[in-house]
């Protein structure tokens, strides 16, 4: 019999984004959630998502018992499209994480799947191990912790979470079901850690509708937008119940807010009067302060509704004096600029905005401190991995499990890639995992990750000169160069001109044959213009017959 389990992180840990962690006993291994990573536009320009390397799994495919979804957030279903075309195993998750992967499963083409949706407490065979899911509160519906029951002991994964006593729904997250897992004995807990840093207790989402309430009597004579995360729909019904109750009607913008509503209203999950509605191509009927309209792009997502709104590229609806932009979110670390770009676009066409810093009309779905600490307490894990965080969340994590009486050696701080074995005797790394990252430049994968980046950056640093050139020195056109990104001056373009010219007359770029012909006019070109310009354009030649 297996003496150990053990957990490998394929991604999650470190970064926020992309999560996946396998756990492996004997011949049996599980999978929790497979997600994707929107990456940083300066170091990977152009990649639209980066998701976790699972050669690990392709080369286990026989042990995997089934993918367990924690919820429907992108960083934990997102790169399912990919893994189901490699994978033929089943996944579970609540109906509405079901509904938006199936959205999304339709949208890559991808048609051999099973799905099973599960319900609260709900426990799942997978080999020698079982899966329990219990309910969570989060920034989306149907948030699941997990409950792995290991031959070793359990393994208790919180998912993302937050403990909000008004919820919404009314379900909230399951601490009676925690504290007895918690009572029976954990082996091991994996936390949340993005809001470690952040003292005290979460907003409930229910304090949300005060704030906006207050928004809409304040704005009483202007049209009301309000920006939010399509996903989460506790806001949107928050924000459609505080239209309804201010007598306007609400019109949803953005196809992938409009998907979401359907998904949800037909899961029961979202709840309106239907004459509430009005479809954004009608919008016209109706005064501007009897309207509310929902969009999504509080990132500043380049083709987000809001972000079009706010470049006057938006057919439905023109931005003016008649407008207040209420952002119901808070930026994700590192997005501000664009952020900022969007609403400086909507003041300059006369919209008022108003974002986190005016008002809460907000609530993180992530656990605080003293929250975390009391899962911590419920749960009394032997051993204790933060996860969900980079690198200095998951140590200030570590640290407040230190604070609540957990010895070092009980704590690990894992990165990617990490295999972390636990037997009685303790915990440690075992071997390693592949765990690179995977790029999709637009729906396709990147094969030469390095060349297309420093390809991509040194175009829109440098530009480009294409050198067409007919070798034989019998030939009667002249070089071409084209520019692209650069300016080359005149005297600098012919000093290239005749340069070449010379050694074709020579004979010499005939002789050299094609290949090495193109890699010494590479370098002529390459060597005269970072002698003239100081600049390193992409070079690329092209020989005629
Ligand atoms: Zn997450
Ligand atoms: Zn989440």
Not at 43 to 67: A, F, H, M, Q, W
Not at 176 to 192: C, H, P, S, Y
Not at 347 to 375: D, F, P, T, W
Request: aromatic share 6%; charged share 25%.
């Amino acid at each position: 019999m297996a003496k150990r389990v053990k957990i490998s992180f394929l991604g999650g840990v470190g970064e926020i984004g992309k999560n996946m962690t396998c756990i492996e006993h004997g011949e049996d291994i599980i999978i929790v959630d497979a997600g994707l990573t929107f990456p940083d536009n300066e170091e990977t320009p152009g990649i639209e998502y980066v998701i976790p390397d699972y050669t690990y799994l392709l080369n286990n495919k026989s042990k995997i018992r089934g993918i367990f979804i924690t919820h429907g957030h992108e960083d934990h279903i997102g790169a399912l499209p990919f893994l189901l075309k490699d994978l033929d195993v089943p996944v579970y998750a609540s109906p509405l994480a079901l509904g938006i992967l199936e959205s999304k499963l339709k949208e890559f083409k991808v048609e051999k799947y099973t799905l099973y949706p599960v319900e609260d407490r709900d426990v799942i065979p997978a080999g020698k191990m079982s899966v329990e899911f219990i309910r969570v509160t989060h920034s989306i519906a149907g948030s699941y912790a997990l409950a792995i029951w290991t031959p070793k002991g359990t393994i208790f994964m919180t998912g993302d979470f937050k403990i909000d006593h008004t919820p919404i729904d009314g379900k909230h997250t399951d601490l009676t079901r925690i504290a007895e897992i918690g009572e029976q004995g954990v082996l091991l807990l994996m936390a949340d850690s993005t809001n470690v840093e952040k003292p005290g207790y979460s907003m409930s989402e229910s304090n949300v509708f005060k704030a906006l309430d207050a928004q809409f009597v304040l704005n009483k004579d202007k049209r009301i937008i309000v920006a939010t995360f399509a996903s989460n729909i506790h806001r949107v019904q928050q924000i459609i119940n505080c239209a309804v109750l201010h007598d306007r009607k609400v019109a949803l913008a953005g196809r992938s807010l409009q998907k979401i509503v359907d998904i949800a209203v037909d899961l029961d999950e979202l709840h309106y009067p239907e004459e509430a509605m009005v479809d954004i191509d009608k919008i016209g009927k109706y005064d501007l302060d009897k309207l509310c309209i929902i969009c999504t792009g509080t990132q500043g997502e380049p083709m987000s509704a809001l972000t079009r709104m706010s470049e006057n590229d938006f057919p439905q609806l023109e931005i003016c004096d008649y407008d207040t932009v209420l952002m119901s979110s808070s930026a994700i670390p590192g997005n501000e600029k664009t952020i900022f770009n969007v609403i400086n676009n909507l003041n300059k066409r006369g919209a008022e905005v108003i974002y986190q810093a005016l008002s809460e009309i907000h609530s993180s779905g992530h656990a605080c401190r003293e929250e975390l600490k009391m899962m911590f307490a419920l749960l009394k894990p032997q051993y204790f991995i933060p996860v969900h965080g980079e690198y200095r969340q998951l140590k200030q994590h570590k640290e407040l499990a230190m604070e609540m009486g957990m010895g070092a050696n009980r704590i690990f701080i894992a990165e990617n890639g990490n295999s972390i074995e636990i037997d009685p005797s303790g915990i440690r790394v075992g071997c390693n995992v592949p765990c690179g990252q995977t790029l999709f430049d637009g729906k396709y994968l990147v094969e030469d990750v390095n060349g297309l980046i420093s390809d991509r950056k040194a175009l829109a640093t440098n530009g480009c000169v294409i050198c067409v050139v007919n070798f034989a020195p019998e030939a009667v056109s002249q070089p071409v160069i084209v520019a692209r990104g650069i300016t080359i001056p005149e005297e600098v373009r012919e000093e290239i001109i005749t340069e070449i010219t010379n050694e074709i007359t020579s004979g010499k770029l005939k002789e050299a044959g094609l290949e090495s012909g193109k890699s010494f006019l590479r370098k002529l070109i390459a060597k005269r213009i970072q002698k003239r310009l100081d600049k390193r354009p992409v070079i690329v030649p092209v020989i005629v017959e």
